[in-house]
């Protein structure tokens, strides 16, 4: 009994010492929908979607967590994953575009997904 307690108190020492953390948070999935703004005939401006563009989603609590995702033909893109909960800090980028971001955007609900606002782009001049 003394040695099994024993080995259970030096595997939970080992796992504290060794700097890992373990997540008991939630995890979410998030899509929105990238577009510049178009003037068509009749002078009606109208949203046309933004294909190839990277969305960034970066965890402001740890940086080096987060993840990339390219929008497709209509300008819409997922998460390929679940993300933690957590608050996200998210950029949009494209060649000849101007950057967007970074935004502050949360993700907080367990289970939850979020759609975002479409992310306005503009040509760079």
Known sequence: MKRALLATAM???CVALSGCTLYFGGWATASGR???LVEADGGQV???PVVSATVTLRS???PDYGLNCLTDANGEWVTPARLKCDMYNVTVSKDGYSEVGPFSYPMSERSAHYTMEPIIMEKQK
């Open 46 to 48: 109208i949203q046309a």
């Open 34 to 36: 990238v577009v510049e």
């Open 60 to 62: 402001a609590s740890d």
């Open 11 to 13: 595997v939970i020492m």
